[in-house]
């Protein structure tokens, strides 16, 4: 163990996260947002491109996602202040947060109830778009509705389409990918719930499952894809097409708040809490907040403390070349979507200049505000989102109180959870709940 012994030595707070403490990381190294942006690998311009072929693509997922047409194709969440959860906690830690808590529900997104249906949609769009218009079978200013029909679908089973994931990610390649017509495999590491294995195979999807953690999906996943020109590989740990479809979150979230009148700028700071397992999806989603507010935004990840592979990669800027296995912990988590022990190490290297800090939760923290949001606001998300829900009041404690501060907790999943599960997860946050009450 003289390695960690090493790193707890330059970096103390390591310590921490060795002996599995919930800890508030803050990133010394943070820049100003414009400095950071001009020598960042991406672009606003990337991000615009992004927001750009989402809209070419808005008349296809109306027509072919029912349950987006009301948002005209958009695949957009809603946000709302939770001043009953705000009160819930207030109680739980016995302090008044100042600032106000409001949540944006990517937990309900359409298509795939989770944040993924940003990111993984958009990878898998593109791909879409470069093999149509590369074929003649549809022109740059074509309706593309049109990509809806049995001669696309025919197209495109000609290809493939594979990834590996934890969960989620596959569910929403997987769906999308499947009613566009592609052969999709979706490699699934150990922490993959039945159901969503399931659901993908019900839609025709061909899915893999491995016993061991999801670097060893993505690594077969990467090899099958290898061998095969037509198949397209969705790289989690390094793509930037995933990156740039999450970044279009903030111009997106600019829109909403200034339709719904909350103001950020420098007296009105804005605090993002991003639950974090490999890192491309809150990376994305804080490039493009930066974009968008510059430094009236502040952005952290959120991880479960067995499971700080972010954290531990950016405290010691060693990235994707440590594994929270390194410190002695064991990577298991019930927050399925997070359960990730080596970070991207791109991802990490462009997002260190912009981020904030970072915050680790308990699992059994994680059960607490799952029973508690769940009494105060009835609503039911699974246990990755809420790792983020702790971030205020750890921040205030830390930067001090700002009555003018909005904190944003970016709920990322749980929308298709079916019922059963969902039962058997709030009756386990119920009794861990009334078992710390009695201590
Ligand atoms: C995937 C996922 C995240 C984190 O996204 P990464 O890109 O893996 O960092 C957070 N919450 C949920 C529910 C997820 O499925």
Same mark, same amino acid.
């Not at 992004?50 to 109306?62: K, T, V």
């Not at 970072?358 to 949001?373: G, R």
């Given at each position: 163990?003289?390695?960690?012994?090493?790193?707890i030595?330059k970096?103390?707070?390591?310590?921490?996260?060795?002996?599995k403490?919930?800890?508030?990381?803050?990133?010394?190294?943070?820049?100003?947002?414009?400095?950071?942006?001009?020598?960042?690998?991406?672009?606003?311009?990337?991000?615009e491109?992004?927001?750009?072929?989402l809209?070419?693509?808005?008349?296809?997922?109306a027509?072919a996602?029912?349950?987006?047409?009301?948002s005209?194709?958009f695949?957009?969440?809603?946000?709302?202040?939770?001043?009953?959860?705000?009160?819930?906690?207030?109680?739980?830690?016995?302090?008044?947060?100042?600032?106000?808590?409001?949540?944006?529900?990517?937990?309900?997104?359409?298509?795939?109830?989770?944040?993924?249906?940003?990111?993984?949609?958009?990878?898998?769009?593109?791909?879409?778009?470069?093999?149509?218009?590369?074929s003649?079978?549809?022109?740059? @200013?074509? +309706?593309?509705?049109?990509? $809806?029909? =049995?001669?696309?679908?025919?197209? /495109?089973?000609? &290809?493939?389409? !594979?990834?590996?994931?934890?969960?989620?990610?596959?569910?929403?390649?997987?769906?999308?990918?499947?009613?566009?017509?592609?052969?999709?495999?979706?490699?699934m590491?150990?922490?993959?719930?039945q159901?969503?294995?399931?659901?993908?195979?019900?839609?025709?999807v061909?899915?893999?499952?491995?016993?061991?953690?999801?670097?060893?999906?993505?690594?077969?996943?990467?090899?099958?894809?290898?061998? @095969?020109? +037509?198949?397209?590989?969705? $790289?989690? =740990?390094?793509?930037?097409?995933? /990156?740039?479809? &999450?970044?279009? !979150?903030g111009?997106?979230?600019k829109?909403?708040?200034?339709?719904?009148?909350?103001?950020?700028?420098?007296?009105?700071?804005?605090?993002?809490?991003?639950?974090?397992?490999?890192?491309?999806?809150?990376?994305?989603?804080?490039?493009?907040?930066?974009?968008?507010?510059?430094?009236?935004?502040?952005?952290?990840?959120?991880?479960?403390?067995?499971?700080?592979?972010?954290?531990?990669?950016?405290?010691?800027?060693?990235?994707?070349?440590?594994?929270?296995?390194?410190?002695?912990l064991?990577?298991?988590?019930?927050?399925?979507?997070?359960?990730?022990?080596?970070?991207?190490?791109?991802?990490?290297?462009?997002?260190?200049?912009?981020?904030?800090?970072?915050l680790?939760?308990?699992?059994?923290?994680?059960?607490?505000?799952?029973?508690?949001?769940?009494?105060?606001?009835?609503?039911?998300?699974?246990?990755?989102?809420?790792?983020?829900?702790?971030?205020?009041?750890q921040?205030?404690?830390?930067?001090?109180?700002?009555?003018?501060?909005?904190?944003?907790?970016?709920?990322?999943?749980?929308?298709?959870?079916?019922?059963?599960?969902?039962?058997?997860?709030?009756?386990?946050?119920?009794?861990?709940?009334s078992?710390?009450?009695?201590?």
């Amino acid at each position: 163990m003289t390695t960690h012994a090493h790193l707890i030595e330059k970096f103390p707070i390591i310590e921490s996260l060795v002996n599995k403490q919930e800890v508030l990381w803050i990133n010394g190294e943070r820049m100003p947002a414009e400095v950071a942006l001009s020598s960042a690998l991406l672009t606003a311009a990337d991000v615009e491109d992004a927001e750009a072929r989402l809209q070419r693509f808005a008349p296809y997922f109306a027509r072919a996602f029912p349950e987006t047409r009301e948002s005209n194709g958009f695949i957009e969440s809603e946000i709302a202040y939770i001043p009953k959860m705000q009160q819930a906690l207030n109680e739980y830690y016995q302090v008044e947060l100042q600032g106000q808590l409001a949540m944006k529900f990517d937990s309900h997104l359409p298509i795939s109830g989770s944040i993924k249906a940003r990111g993984g949609i958009y990878e898998v769009i593109k791909h879409t778009e470069t093999l149509a218009l590369n074929s003649g079978l549809l022109q740059p @200013d074509e +309706n593309y509705e049109k990509l $809806d029909s =049995e001669e696309f679908r025919n197209f /495109f089973s000609n &290809y493939t389409i !594979a990834v590996g994931s934890t969960g989620n990610l596959g569910l929403s390649i997987g769906i999308i990918s499947a009613k566009l017509g592609f052969h999709v495999t979706v490699h699934m590491s150990a922490d993959a719930k039945q159901w969503k294995k399931e659901l993908l195979r019900e839609k025709g999807v061909e899915v893999i499952e491995y016993a061991s953690d999801y670097s060893l999906a993505v690594e077969r996943g990467r090899e099958q894809a290898a061998g @095969d020109p +037509n198949c397209h590989f969705i $790289d989690d =740990e390094n793509s930037t097409d995933l /990156f740039l479809g &999450y970044a279009v !979150a903030g111009v997106r979230l600019k829109a909403q708040l200034q339709e719904q009148g909350i103001i950020v700028d420098g007296e009105h700071p804005l605090h993002v809490y991003l639950p974090c397992g490999v890192g491309g999806g809150p990376g994305g989603v804080a490039f493009g907040l930066k974009l968008a507010f510059g430094d009236a935004v502040h952005c952290y990840f959120a991880e479960p403390t067995s499971s700080p592979c972010m954290t531990l990669g950016l405290i010691t800027d060693l990235h994707d070349q440590i594994a929270v296995e390194d410190i002695g912990l064991d990577n298991r988590t019930e927050a399925d979507g997070l359960a990730v022990g080596r970070a991207s190490g791109f991802v990490g290297k462009v997002m260190k200049p912009f981020m904030s800090g970072c915050l680790t939760v308990s699992d059994e923290t994680l059960f607490h505000m799952m029973h508690m949001f769940h009494e105060a606001e009835g609503i039911f998300l699974e246990p990755s989102a809420f790792a983020g829900m702790p971030g205020a009041y750890q921040v205030e404690e830390v930067h001090g109180k700002h009555s003018q501060a909005t904190h944003l907790v970016w709920a990322t999943g749980g929308g298709m959870v079916p019922e059963p599960m969902r039962e058997e997860y709030l009756q386990k946050a119920a009794s861990l709940y009334s078992d710390w009450r009695k201590k």
